[in-house]
């Protein structure tokens, strides 16, 4: 599955988009040609520009502070521009601004088969509840097969006017209990497509052990290989970390229909974190998805690059800059 790209990249003309939807600037050096917005190598956020063939990179903050834009509308909009880098690469002056940040919801897509397995999953946890034994299933193909079922679709009629009950909603608006059910599909989906990804990002961990076994009597290229092993165990963790949280959050139904501004909130967040940490996967994802393993020097120079992203974006040293990292924010109490 490839996450589609925000639509905050879709340039719009300056002069027929609301100044609230648009980073629409007012100021010269906004319309100098090839001006965008991206992360430096460091990750600050930064503005590019073109002098003739020259390319220069300035922090955003530094070209607020040059051109007294602080207090200013352009200096809003380039808070709101430093906030939409978690979401898109790249933004340019006249992109629409991330709906993250203006309503948030996503501004990227998903397909039907992630709908699928969160209505799926969100089904089984219903007809479950009713036994006392809630459970949470991510398997696409076991959902396909349980949620056809005629005995889990009668479980779930039945559990659905107990839920209703317990939710203090009389038995003839029942359907208020699936509206409520079909709203959280609707944000799970994103994390449904979020998890399929990482699963991509695993299977770079799988090659690399593959990688290990075939490299095991090349010393200098095993414990080159060993390291990279070591630097992925870190975000390979965080991910699971905050798979386990959603999973437990929307594990516990009546809690999950009861509190649902907070919930979806917490949906909200985490979907945000992940899809912030995985963008800087989308070239290796790429690669690694059809990189063949075996012994040539085109691959090893490969795996010497591998080896520079980990080192570079998860060293021991260097702690991941986050907006309501996973680990510092609490799942909403229930």
């Not at 991330?98 to 990227?108: K, M, N, Q, V």
């Not at 299933?137 to 479980?155: F, G, R, Y």
């Not at 991509?200 to 490299?215: A, C, R, V, W």
Request: glycine share 4%; net charge negative; proline share 5%.
């Amino acid at each position: 599955m490839k996450v589609k790209q925000p639509a905050a990249g879709d340039a719009a003309p300056q002069s027929s988009q609301p100044r609230s939807t648009h980073f629409d600037f007012e100021h010269a050096v906004f319309k100098m040609q090839g001006a965008c917005f991206m992360p430096a190598s460091n990750g600050e956020p930064s503005i590019r520009m073109m002098f003739g063939e020259m390319e220069a990179l300035v922090p955003i903050h530094s070209l607020a502070a040059e051109f007294e834009l602080d207090g200013t509308a352009d200096g809003a909009l380039l808070e709101k521009v430093i906030a939409g880098l978690r979401f898109v690469k790249v933004i340019h002056p006249g992109d629409s601004i991330p709906r993250e940040i203006l309503d948030g919801t996503a501004s990227w897509s998903v397909e039907e088969r992630h709908h699928a397995i969160a209505r799926g999953r969100l089904t089984l946890q219903i007809s479950t509840w009713l036994s006392g034994d809630e459970q949470v299933i991510s398997d696409h193909d076991a959902l396909v097969q349980l949620v056809e079922d005629p005995s889990i679709k009668a479980k779930v009629n039945t559990a659905i006017g107990e839920i209703a009950a317990r939710l203090g909603i009389p038995p003839d608006r029942k359907q208020e209990v699936m509206d409520r059910v079909d709203q959280v599909v609707r944000e799970l989906a994103y994390i449904e497509a979020l998890r399929e990804r990482y699963r991509s990002i695993k299977n770079i961990q799988t090659k690399l052990g593959e990688f290990l076994k075939l490299y095991r009597r090349e010393r200098s290229i095993y414990e080159e290989l060993v390291r990279s092993e070591l630097l992925l165990r870190r975000p390979i963790d965080e991910f699971n970390t905050i798979f386990e949280q959603v999973d437990a959050q929307s594990g516990e139904i009546i809690s999950l229909l009861r509190n649902m501004e907070r919930q979806i909130s917490f949906i909200r967040a985490s979907r945000d974190d992940l899809h912030d940490k995985m963008m800087i996967w989308d070239d290796l994802i790429e690669l690694w998805t059809t990189l063949p393993v075996e012994r040539t020097p085109d691959i090893e120079a490969k795996l010497r690059d591998l080896y520079r992203f980990l080192a570079r974006h998860f060293i021991i040293e260097k702690q991941w800059q986050l907006t309501g990292d996973s680990f510092d924010r609490k799942p909403p109490h229930h």
